[in-house]
């Protein structure tokens, strides 16, 4: 099993529905991310749960929100989405502490097509 | 701004080395790291250098040097699986980690 897995791994969806994320990690790490993927630009931190309370939210449009009911789930809730929202979205974990570099795994991603 | 400059695409030939570069400018500087990404795939951490030198992985190495503001990832003996987009990423004073937009390599018989 991986280290961290995401569902669905793709969807397509209209500017009007709404359309869930989900993550899980079994890693036993104690804070998760949510990045967009664009073609030829860098990773875009979009969330970040410490300890399940989100500690950073970098100004991402309402129409996406998160929900990390645990430390070993996160989701990503979309919501009247854009077409330039199209994006790969990647999940990730890390252990946070001294020490550790706080290396991030990811999980492969959720390819997302709005039409 | 904080940026991560590293070039877009790099072309090499099977067997031999080639060396993928990351410059960086920051607020800070808390270690930096390197990722492989096949297309179509999750980003896989290769390495992590917090100090000044040389890390060694088997065909992979990673170079800083924090006073250049400057890494190196140096793929030894490539081979075609060795094909994929290498990212860079930085970690700040904030421990904010800031992304480069990656390196695509592409690899030829």
């Known amino acids: 099993e991986t280290g961290v897995t995401q569902t669905p791994r793709h969807l397509v969806m209209g500017m009007t529905n709404k359309k869930s994320l989900k993550c899980e990690q079994h890693?036993?790490?104690?804070?998760m991310y949510w990045y967009k993927q664009s073609a030829k630009k860098p990773l875009e931190l979009m969330f970040v749960y410490s300890l399940e309370e989100r500690v950073e939210n970098n100004s991402v449009p309402s129409r996406f929100s998160p929900e990390c009911p645990n430390s070993s789930h996160l989701f990503l809730h979309l919501h009247t989405l854009q077409p330039e929202d199209s994006a790969l979205y990647l999940c990730?974990?890390?252990?946070?502490?001294?020490?550790?570099?706080?290396?991030?795994?990811f999980g492969e991603g959720s390819w997302l097509t709005v039409v | 701004g904080q940026n991560i400059d590293q070039p877009t695409e790099m072309t090499a030939t099977e067997g031999a080395i080639v060396q993928i570069n990351c410059t960086y400018q920051t607020s800070g500087f808390n270690g930096l790291f390197w990722y492989q990404q096949h297309a179509g795939e999750a980003p896989t951490f290769l390495s992590y250098n917090v100090l000044d030198g040389l890390e060694e992985k088997g065909r992979f190495s990673s170079f800083l040097s924090r006073s250049k503001g400057y890494s190196y990832l140096l793929l030894k003996e490539l081979q075609m699986k060795d094909s994929a987009s290498y990212l860079c990423a930085v970690r700040d004073s904030n421990y904010q980690l800031i992304w480069g937009a990656g390196t695509k390599l592409i690899i030829k018989p």
């Open positions: 890693l036993g790490h104690n804070a």
């Open positions: 990730a974990s890390s252990q946070d502490g001294e020490g550790t570099g706080n290396t991030i795994y």
